[in-house]
């Protein structure tokens, strides 16, 4: 397909693109007419990495991943109207990377005699490509992200997976869903329709699929079963393969389109999607799904209601709603009185993130455990079992941990994998084999929220079967707000407990009595009143564990809010006692909270509140660049 008049069908939209706008009519006719066309299939190379740069190309339709030939990963993408190999082109520099189709793409290209001929014959033409590529780049500078975010597909492609068939009232559902969205849906019978008789890979049915691209947020395209040249095509036109599935995971190798579309889409371009009849807390199997389709993230999905479809929706348009959960010891329980309020107004999160104490609510939470369950839960974790109040021979930890770990396991099920969880679900731990924080997000539930919560020398660390060996994430993340943005885009609701303001202790340090005095006090109740009011060592210790963040400093996105729930006066961070005090408390504030937010117009609770509301809503473009 080389060698097309770029012109055809598309130089009234030309204006569209940053390139032309400062080009008059006629020199953006003869910029066109000095350009070629080239069309390229999915997987093919534009250009490599080490070849002259003898030509620049602007993105027509598609998309191309930029990568380096030592690199795993892309480092970045371009799309319509994006340019391609310019900074080679006018520094006459080799090629700094590989320039690779990820979808079915056209680009326009300038050789370096096509220029040299506008610069001779149209110098203003000439300058005019320049100031354009400086106002580019001083674009390009501004943008720069400060959030690192996960990336938003703009094409989806909808296919089964497995044997069994899924139920006809998922993809009804779906359509009925998208169509309050501002989504456009394709499938073989839109595609006849607009079409007629055109073979699917005809140029003019590729540049429409592309032009709905650009003027439609999120474009889904309805595969099937089989391996048909229709499925094929929307997984090569997709940016993001949806696997639906339904019951357990075949014991045979993959089907042809499992197989194609693996073969297209790398995991971290997969999403796998179970399909169930009834909505639960927990279910099973969903590691051997993951191990057959790896994905990027996995879903699951009721069809008694569309509240799981609506979740599933939000995910691929960009707005899924997260919640993020802070450390903090016995303030653990404000979450669950936050969480209330938020559900009293039918808000359904769609992901949770937590550090610590923040795992466990958020584990509950990602089981669709209501907030009184936890609070019940709680009660029984550090009241009942006394999980923090076994000291042990300080050989290991100053904790006896057995207590906690079993009433873990039976607070979300020995053999509960996170995997396995209604709502996706990640604990962040600190991995002290190699430095690094560590997300969580599959083995057993109670496991991870071990992990999240070992606090160091108060509990021991936790140990992998890999011999990694984990500790509480507060070291590193204590507000996991971070791992939330490169899991998905969209509003999220940030619980923590820290003070951004700088706090004062009034304490006379020559008051604080030594070992014997102390022993005496603590043996003599009327003595033990007289001691200082000074934070107790594991509040000292906690205070040290998260020194190092500022949490007024945190990098939110503008549909992010932050909430620091004020705490009834006197709490230490061990009074694990006091937490239903401490739920009342935070409940009771969220709900005014909420509501003086809401009357304020606050565009963040609004986008939260938004996903408690039916009805059409339209998906915000911006999230997608």
């Not at 592309?210 to 499925?231: C, D, F, M």
């Not at 927990?282 to 799904?289: D, F, K, N």
């Not at 935070?586 to 509140?609: N, T």
Request: net charge neutral; aromatic share 8%; hydrophobic share 45%.
């Amino acid at each position: 397909m080389n060698g097309l008049n770029p012109i055809a069908g598309w130089e009234s939209g030309s204006d569209n693109f940053a390139l032309f706008r400062t080009l008059g009519s006629e020199q953006r006719l003869k910029t066109l007419q000095a350009m070629v066309r080239r069309d390229l299939v999915r997987g093919e190379m534009l250009v490599a990495q080490g070849d002259p740069s003898d030509s620049l190309f602007m993105v027509l339709h598609g998309a191309l991943a930029v990568r380096r030939t030592a690199d795993a990963q892309p480092f970045a993408e371009l799309r319509a109207g994006e340019l391609v190999g310019e900074i080679g082109f006018f520094a006459n520099v080799p090629r700094t990377a590989n320039v690779i189709a990820i979808r079915d793409t056209s680009v326009l290209v300038l050789t370096r005699a096509a220029y040299q001929g506008l610069a001779q014959d149209s110098p203003a033409i000439a300058e005019a490509l320049l100031a354009a590529l400086a106002s580019r780049f001083a674009q390009r500078t501004e943008r720069l992200p400060v959030i690192r975010r996960s990336p938003v597909a703009r094409t989806v492609a909808l296919i089964e997976g497995g044997n069994e068939p899924v139920p006809e009232a998922f993809e009804r559902q779906m359509r009925e869903a998208l169509a309050r969205t501002d989504a456009e849906v394709v499938d073989p019978v839109r595609v006849e329709a607009t079409f007629p008789g055109r073979a699917l890979d005809d140029p003019e049915v590729t540049d429409w699929l592309n032009e709905l691209e650009q003027t439609a947020p999120l474009v889904v395209y309805l595969g099937g079963r089989e391996a048909s040249a229709w499925t094929r095509k929307a997984i090569r036109q997709a940016d993001m393969a949806v696997f639906a599935c339904r019951g357990e995971a075949p014991d045979a190798g993959l089907t042809e389109v499992e197989a194609f579309a693996c073969e297209v889409h790398p995991a971290s371009a997969r999403r796998l999607v179970r399909v169930h009849d009834r909505r639960s807390s927990e279910v099973s199997g969903t590691a051997a799904w993951l191990a057959r389709l790896p994905s990027f993230m996995h879903h699951h999905v009721a069809l008694q209601d569309q509240l799981d479809i609506g979740s599933l929706i939000r995910f691929l348009s960009g707005r899924a709603i997260g919640f993020v959960a802070g450390g903090g010891g016995s303030y653990g329980a404000a979450h669950a009185g936050i969480y209330k309020a938020f559900r009293e107004r039918g808000v359904m999160f769609d992901i949770f993130v937590g550090t610590s104490v923040g795992s466990a609510m958020a584990a509950g939470f990602a089981k669709n455990y209501e907030a009184d369950h936890l609070e019940r839960g709680a009660h029984e974790i550090f009241v009942k079992a006394r999980s923090f109040r076994r000291p042990t021979w300080p050989r290991y930890a100053l904790l006896d941990h057995k207590a906690f770990d079993r009433a873990l396991a039976e607070q979300y099920g020995a053999h509960c994998r996170i995997e396995d969880c209604w709502r996706p679900f990640a604990a962040v731990a600190t991995n002290l084999s190699n430095h690094n924080l560590e997300l969580i997000r599959s083995g057993p539930v109670w496991q991870a929220v071990r992990a999240s919560s070992a606090i160091p020398g108060l509990l021991p660390p936790f140990y992998t079967s890999e011999g990694t060996m984990l500790v509480d994430g507060c070291l590193i993340d204590n507000v996991p707000l971070a791992p939330m943005h490169q899991l998905k885009s969209g509003p999220n609701l940030v619980v923590h407990f820290g003070n951004p303001a700088t706090e004062t202790f009034d304490v006379d340090y020559a008051s604080l009595p030594g070992r014997l005095e102390l022993a005496a006090a603590m043996l003599l109740p009327f003595r033990k009143k007289s001691l200082p009011v000074a934070p107790s060592a594991v509040n000292v210790l906690w205070r040290s564990l998260v020194a190092h963040q500022r949490y007024d400093a945190l990098q939110a996105a503008p549909l992010d809010h932050v909430m620091r729930p004020p705490l009834p006066p006197g709490i230490r961070i061990t009074e694990f006692e006091r937490h239903t005090e401490i739920f009342q408390a935070s409940y009771l504030w969220a709900r005014q909270a909420i509501a003086a937010l809401e009357a304020s117009a606050d565009r963040s609770i609004a986008a939260i509140l938004a996903a408690g509301r039916p009805g059409k809503c339209a998906i915000d473009v911006g999230r997608v660049r």
